[in-house]
């Protein structure tokens, strides 16, 4: 979390997007909230890659859903993999504690089952 806010712009993108909405970071406090693992580390670049666009998928959809329940999300998630509806259905629900305007309706429209 720590190199996000940091000055290196390879890995600084809160503290970038933050700054774009005139959002001083160091004035900020945070909450982190995370779930996980949602899958098996892979072993293998050949089991990363798959694994990895799984959760960038994951990720798109509750970051559409958030916004869907009027939550102001930073960062637009670019993915084109389908969802995984059970895997989506888990993860909402895990943030629903956190978040409770997310609701449980279903996946968004590109997603495999």
Known sequence: MGQHLGYRKESNALRRQLEERGIQPEKCSF???????????GKTEEEHRPRR?????LERAIADAM???????????????????AAFSQVLHAFTDAFPRLSKR????????
């Open 31 to 41: 909450r982190l909230v995370a779930h996980g693992p949602v899958l098996d580390e």
């Open 106 to 113: 279903a996946a968004p429209a590109r997603a495999s089952s």
């Open 53 to 57: 666009d799984t959760v960038a998928a």
């Open 67 to 85: 916004c869907a329940a009027g939550y102001d999300v930073l960062n637009k998630v670019n993915c084109r993999v389908l969802l995984d509806k």
